[in-house]
């Protein structure tokens, strides 16, 4: 492998804490010259908040550095014949649709596009049966996902993420969503062209053995599982074998250096 995507939540920070080593092995990353990409599900933040994050965290990172589902889903949706668009999505991922033609936060019916983002504590049954009825009312309204992950470690334990409340909406509705963001293989395929490596000389860093690990795999990438983050022992017996497994980010260098 020549390349790296990095996985963010779980592999170089728990939510607001620094995982040990995470800063040092990133500048170790950039002294190597080692062309990377921080790839996350996180639609709660934007990548300018993302960026921020990272900086704060000591880990040198541009806007472009970052690529998320919002920015994918925004770029797809700018290639289509326009249509309005409902986004549940938190305010901070709102700006990468900015140009958009957007429905207004309370309509029931009129959408082209119904995206699906994590909207965490602003989840309720109102808010979810709204998206239900913007695309039961429209057989030809397509439902977006900002990623397919379906758990996260958050500080006060493991909490729910996208797919669960995506499910909800393709089980409601008999249709299956368009997924944008892990573990969709477009979505490894974007950073690949995007570093200009070719995807089997990439190798995905993840805490999650599905979105990260399984999801790389299936695209064409190598898929190491980091024992941080989300990580469970029991997730090594889901049938999933990633082709490194890390004790945390801070093994990195010195696998690669006897993988080279
Ligand atoms: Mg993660």
């Given at each position: 492998v020549?390349a790296?995507?990095?996985?963010?939540?779980?592999?170089?920070?728990?939510?607001?804490?620094p995982?040990?080593?995470a800063?040092e092995?990133?500048?170790?990353?950039?002294?190597q010259?080692?062309?990377?990409l921080f790839?996350t599900?996180?639609?709660?933040?934007?990548?300018r908040q993302?960026?921020?994050?990272l900086?704060?965290f000591?880990?040198?990172?541009?806007?472009?550095d970052i690529l998320?589902p919002?920015?994918a889903?925004?770029?797809w949706?700018r290639?289509?014949?326009?249509g309005p668009?409902?986004?549940f999505?938190k305010?901070a991922?709102?700006?990468?649709?900015?140009?958009?033609?957007?429905?207004?936060?309370?309509a029931?019916a009129?959408?082209?596009?119904?995206?699906?983002?994590?909207?965490q504590?602003?989840?309720d049954?109102?808010?979810?049966?709204?998206?239900?009825r913007?695309l039961?009312s429209?057989?030809?309204?397509?439902?977006?996902a900002?990623g397919?992950t379906?758990?996260?470690q958050?500080?006060?334990g493991?909490?729910?993420d996208?797919a669960p409340?995506?499910?909800?909406?393709e089980h409601a509705t008999g249709?299956?969503?368009?997924?944008?963001?892990k573990p969709?293989a477009?979505?490894?395929?974007?950073?690949?062209?995007?570093?200009?490596?070719p995807?089997s000389?990439i190798?995905m860093?993840?805490?999650?053995?599905e979105?990260?690990?399984?999801?790389a795999?299936r695209?064409g990438l190598?898929?190491?599982l980091?024992?941080t983050?989300?990580?469970r022992?029991?997730?090594?017996e889901?049938?999933?074998?990633?082709d490194v497994?890390?004790?945390s980010?801070?093994?990195?260098?010195?696998?690669?250096?006897?993988?080279?």
């Amino acid at each position: 492998v020549r390349a790296i995507l990095f996985d963010m939540d779980g592999v170089l920070y728990n939510s607001e804490t620094p995982i040990e080593g995470a800063a040092e092995v990133m500048r170790w990353v950039r002294e190597q010259r080692i062309p990377h990409l921080f790839v996350t599900n996180t639609s709660s933040r934007g990548r300018r908040q993302l960026k921020e994050k990272l900086n704060r965290f000591g880990i040198a990172a541009e806007e472009n550095d970052i690529l998320t589902p919002a920015l994918a889903t925004a770029g797809w949706l700018r290639e289509q014949t326009s249509g309005p668009v409902a986004l549940f999505v938190k305010p901070a991922a709102r700006s990468e649709f900015d140009g958009l033609t957007i429905l207004p936060d309370q309509a029931e019916a009129g959408a082209r596009y119904v995206v699906i983002g994590d909207l965490q504590e602003a989840w309720d049954f109102r808010t979810l049966n709204r998206a239900f009825r913007l695309l039961h009312s429209d057989r030809e309204a397509v439902l977006l996902a900002l990623g397919m992950t379906r758990y996260w470690q958050a500080s006060d334990g493991l909490r729910l993420d996208v797919a669960p409340f995506v499910a909800a909406l393709e089980h409601a509705t008999g249709r299956q969503a368009m997924v944008f963001g892990k573990p969709g293989a477009p979505f490894f395929h974007a950073a690949a062209s995007r570093m200009g490596v070719p995807a089997s000389q990439i190798l995905m860093i993840g805490d999650d053995i599905e979105t990260d690990v399984a999801g790389a795999q299936r695209a064409g990438l190598k898929g190491a599982l980091v024992r941080t983050g989300k990580f469970r022992p029991a997730d090594l017996e889901c049938g999933v074998t990633p082709d490194v497994v890390l004790e945390s980010i801070r093994s990195l260098p010195e696998w690669w250096s006897q993988a080279q």
